[in-house]
């Protein structure tokens, strides 16, 4: 089994021979627009992927195909772990913010958001919705029902 995956699943992602020829173009001197003319893609795909995977070496940055395409199936490997479950700071901010707890630089409190919760598995609707939903229930038609909709990662709601 390869240690690096060979192909892009898509044609947005750097293929592992993507890597090689930029990584043989930059050994011969070519330039980051001569490269991405050479494979068809953005320059800034190019320059950004040097950025990220160069490798310092002897003083001077070096470009390895096969670690940057380690460095790239490091990053994409999923589940990733969530922001507010690693990053504590992050979370009490958000969970301050969300209280209305949060003060700015003059000391102002700034209002959590005007949010009324409608279930576990339904969306947070602003209070200031309730009116548009109602007419947009009249303008489809669907005054008096009660609708249907699914919030993307739950089971379907009813309104």
Known sequence: ????????????YLTFAEREEIALS???????REIA?????SPSTI???LRRNAATRGGHLDYR??????????????PKPAKLAVNSELRRYVQDR???????SDGIAVAGPDVR???RWRRAVPAHDDEAEASLRVAN??????????SGSGPKGVM
């Open 1 to 12: 089994m390869p240690t690096v995956t060979q192909a892009s699943l898509s044609g947005r």
């Open 47 to 49: 320059s950004r992927e």
């Open 98 to 104: 969300l209280s209305g707890v949060v003060e700015r």
């Open 26 to 32: 930059r050994a011969t001197g070519c330039g980051v």
């Open 117 to 119: 919760w409608v279930g």
């Open 141 to 150: 038609g669907l005054a008096g029902r009660r609708v249907t909709f699914a």
């Open 65 to 78: 195909a096969s670690t940057a395409q380690w460095h790239a199936d490091l990053r994409a490997r999923r």
């Open 37 to 41: 003319r050479q494979l068809s893609r």
